[in-house]
């Protein structure tokens, strides 16, 4: 892609009501753009970000099994009656239409994904099932400050399993639960997964997949030695303790941001909406429900939040916008840098093009710094006589050499 004809431009000031740097550079960047407090465009380069994390979560989840759908986000206030969720869930947003009948706006799918299953899974046979979807969601959240990783307006990969037994459901969990570390550790991020409060059998789980960041609004006690982990909130450990785990790590308190979560809902929607199944003895059951959120936009804010430096992004390969960013310094380069971005297409690669002809090579590094893409190809008059261009990786201060026959090469292996 052209920067020239890029929709946005980068703003060389952060917004004054932004606070958090994910909304700053995001914005400056040109990645989003705020409607109002708690609500985003995703715009071009935006846009490409979320696609791909979209793009490694649905790979997990479709190879764990899971059947991608896309449900509503408008629904009949009748749903959430049902479950109670219209007089108990105080984020809910109602809204009426013109002959006064009332809807709300999905702030989760258990009041649609299960009357849908009612249809479809009849018999212990239709058992185990998993379905996704990525899809908005609806918050009326009191705080939105924190850019997007809180919105009112944000997007979920919402999963809904349905078991025949609790044993099923906690094997199934087992089973999404590598699948989500797999697909952090795919966008370069670590995640800690919290305890749940209580005995596996005795209460029901919840389980938060948790990524450390000043920027994040949970307080979380960890193991520096094992895979502990537990949230404040219900902690009954304080830090510096030793680890109840390990017995050999002393617990340390950091702020994290929630990335996802998975939820035993048991029978409480199955029950509600009549949701049955035969047995196979011929009987008559209520299968166990699981439910697996994963913020897709709030891992975009966190990834921003953990990947930066001053001057801006350091996108991790698997979520840039762009893999390359090919920057033209002088005009004597023009028609081989159009060679060069023509063959570095041709490959395949993802390559946003910086050739636009009034801007400095000072002031298009800045934003190159600004936007974050991994690998920057500086095409100059200087390291064309040698048939060579100057290539660097976003955030490292070393430039190195590169021949040009070999350029399209080094970035397919990658
Ligand atoms: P939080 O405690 O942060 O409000 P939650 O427990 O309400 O999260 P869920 O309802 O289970 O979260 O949603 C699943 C996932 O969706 C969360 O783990 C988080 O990544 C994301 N999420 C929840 N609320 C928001 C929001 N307002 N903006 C952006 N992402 C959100
Ligand atoms: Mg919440």
Not at 48 to 55: D, E, P, S
Not at 141 to 162: C, H, N, P, T, V
Not at 187 to 208: N, Q
Request: neutral net charge; aromatic residues 10%.
């Amino acid at each position: 892609m052209r920067q020239s004809k890029l929709f946005t431009k980068t703003a060389k000031n952060a917004p004054k009501d932004e606070i958090t740097l994910n909304a700053r550079f995001l914005t400056m960047g040109g990645f989003i753009y705020k409607v109002m407090a708690g609500v985003y465009a995703y715009l071009p380069l935006g846009l490409k970000v979320l696609n791909k994390i979209r793009g490694i979560i649905r790979q997990e989840m479709d190879a764990i099994g899971g059947q991608e759908i896309l449900m509503p986000a408008l629904h009949p206030a009748k749903n959430w009656q049902t479950t109670g969720g219209w007089d108990n869930i105080d984020v809910l947003f109602k809204l009426k239409n013109r002959t006064g009948k009332d809807y709300a706006l999905g702030q989760s799918h258990e009041e649609i994904i299960t009357p849908i299953a009612k249809e479809t899974t009849k018999s212990y046979k239709d058992l185990p099932v998993a379905i996704y979807q990525i899809q908005w969601k609806y918050r009326d959240e009191l705080r939105a400050k924190s850019g997007i990783l809180r919105g009112r307006e944000f997007e979920m990969k919402d999963m809904y399993s349905f078991h025949a037994s609790q044993e099923d459901f906690e094997q199934f969990y087992g089973v999404v639960k590598e699948a989500y570390l797999r697909a952090y550790q795919k966008l370069g991020l670590t995640a800690k997964v919290t305890e749940a409060s209580g005995g596996v059998f005795t209460e029901k789980i919840s389980y938060e997949f948790m990524v450390l960041t000043d920027a994040g609004e949970d307080d979380i006690l960890y193991c520096p030695s094992c895979e502990f982990c537990v949230n404040v909130d219900i902690a009954k450990q304080k830090q510096g303790e030793v680890c109840p785990k390990c017995g050999q790590g002393n617990l340390q308190q950091a702020k994290a941001s929630e990335v996802g979560n998975v939820f035993d809902l048991g029978q409480k929607f199955s029950r509600d909406f009549g949701l049955t199944y035969t047995t196979q003895d011929g009987k008559s059951d209520y299968p166990i429900m699981g439910c697996y959120g994963w913020g897709t936009t709030r891992t975009m804010g966190v990834l921003v939040e953990k990947f930066n430096d001053k001057k801006g992004i350091i996108w991790p390969e698997a979520a840039a916008p762009f893999k390359v960013h090919l920057i033209i310094v002088d005009e004597v380069s023009r028609q081989k840098t159009e060679e060069i971005y023509a063959t570095l297409n041709k490959a395949g690669i993802e390559v946003l093009y910086d050739d636009r002809e009034n801007k400095s090579a000072g002031e298009k590094f800045a934003d190159a710094d600004l936007i974050g893409i991994p690998w920057r190809v500086i095409i100059s008059e200087k390291t064309l006589k040698e048939n060579s261009v100057e290539v660097k990786k976003r955030g490292e201060q070393e430039a190195k050499l590169v021949k040009i026959d070999n350029l399209a090469k080094i970035f397919h292996a990658q």
